[in-house]
Nanobody, 128 residues
Framework: VQLRESGPGLVKPSQTLSLTCTVSGGSIITNYYYWTWIRQTPGKGLEWLGYISYSGSTYYSPSLKGRSDISRDTSKNQFTLQLYSVTPEDTGVYYC?????????????????????WGQGTQVTVSS
């Protein structure tokens, strides 16, 4: 299974960041798999953002304070992160990842070792 992130490299403050993770070699509706977003920022290091499950349920890190949505397009085998009202503090490298264990879904689950699959990451810069 391979994951590939895509999206704009540059976003202006207050705008919405939209990133897509395209999955190949596997299905995002595979039972008991969870599809997540993680970022690495200069200020906070690695930060777990949230997930969408095989059934479509979602959970978000409280640290984002309601600024995010994760959705999916099963016909394209993709899932998407939207982050609203971005600020320069949202600048960083964004990763998508997946695990077949819900115990990997949480703010403590940082780093590739928690996940079965991990994307290469995409740089996002928030700047005017």
């Amino acid at each position: 299974v391979q994951l590939r992130e895509s999206g704009p490299g540059l976003v202006k403050p207050s705008q919405t960041l939209s990133l897509t993770c395209t999955v190949s070699g596997g299905s995002i509706i595979t039972n008991y798999y969870y599809w997540t977003w993680i970022r690495q920022t200069p200020g906070k290091g690695l930060e777990w953002l949230g997930y969408i499950s095989y059934s479509g349920s979602t959970y978000y890190s409280p640290s984002l304070k309601g600024r995010s949505d994760i959705s999916r397009d099963t016909s394209k085998n993709q899932f998407t992160l939207q982050l609203y009202s971005v600020t320069p503090e949202d600048t960083g490298v964004y990763y998508c990842a997946s695990a077949g264990d819900i115990r990997s879904m949480g703010s403590y689950a940082l780093g590739e070792s928690w996940y079965d699959y991990w994307g290469q990451g995409t740089q996002v810069t928030v700047s005017s």
